[in-house]
């Protein structure tokens, strides 16, 4: 097996560089589990240059992003500081090799979930929702990878914006989606696709990452997953997602 802490360094340094790279995890017999060991140790890179961890963002929670990119299953990945975009603000797509764009809802925690907590005690974990959109890039050629290429990779996380936050409403499993490109509506979805209710993915989340020694805490983010399938992020597009009851979260695409 080649060794973790080389792919780790591939990987970031396709990122820092944009140059798209071979899939790895084949190769280099990396299952899941190790596959969660090489995106910590890429993360760590991102650490040492002074970024934060913030939140963890789950991936594949729908079946059209599970269809998109050939895979079965869902994944988790880590979010940091400099990820954060604000809402409204710019995304450099010249820095990005893959650029993709795609709405989905955004947790704020007040405290930790227990794994396998009910959702009825959703509300007290959890002390804030908003509309949110994420910014994906693998950084593998072509936009295809294998199951734990994705996870080494973290989950091809590039960037988020999270729009206004508001107390939780009493139901949000099957709330309207909208992704619009320069007020165009261009992917329709519901909150419906993720899990079937946004609310799951957190209880997954809490599960998986769990399973690697990862606890979330309070006040992180969590990115329940997207509601529709990405779409290709250009220079110059402005992108909203819309999501019923909850509002919208908006990015301009820059050179």
């Known amino acids: ?16 560089t944009a140059t798209a790279i071979p899939q790895l995890a084949a190769d280099a017999g990396i ?32 079946r059209a992003k599970m269809a998109q990119v050939g895979v079965d299953e869902v994944i988790w990945g880590r979010l940091t500081d400099a990820m954060r975009v604000d809402d409204g603000g710019t995304v450099s797509v010249g820095g990005l090799i893959h ?8 947790f704020l925690l007040d405290r930790l979930p227990e794994p396998g907590e009910p959702l ?6 959890v002390r804030a929702v908003a509309p949110a959109l994420e910014v994906i890039d693998s950084r593998y050629r072509d936009f295809t990878f294998s199951l734990p290429d994705v996870i080494a990779d973290n989950t091809s996380a590039a960037a988020y914006v999270i729009g206004p936050w508001q107390p ?9 989606v909208l992704l619009e490109v320069d007020g165009r509506v261009v992917q329709t979805g519901s909150t419906a696709a993720i899990l079937g209710d946004p609310r799951r993915a957190l209880t997954e989340g ?5 399973r690697h020694g990862v606890q ?31 509002g919208t979260a908006s990015l301009k695409a820059i050179p």
């Open 1 to 16: 097996m080649t060794d973790l802490a080389t792919i780790a360094e591939r990987l970031d340094n396709a990122a820092r």
């Open 31 to 62: 299952d899941v589990d190790t596959a969660y060991a090489v995106q910590e140790a890429l993360v760590a890179h991102r650490l040492a240059r002074g970024e934060t961890l913030v939140g963890l963002k789950m991936g594949l929670t729908s």
């Open 99 to 106: 650029p993709r764009v795609e709405p989905e809802v955004a």
């Open 120 to 125: 009825a005690d959703f509300a007290s974990a």
């Open 168 to 176: 939780v409403p009493a139901g949000i499993d099957n709330l309207g």
């Open 206 to 210: 809490v599960r998986l990452a769990g």
């Open 216 to 246: 979330l805490r309070t006040g992180w983010v969590f990115l329940a997953g997207a509601a529709t399938a990405a779409v290709p992020l250009k220079p110059g597009a402005h992108v909203r997602a819309v999501v019923e009851s909850l």
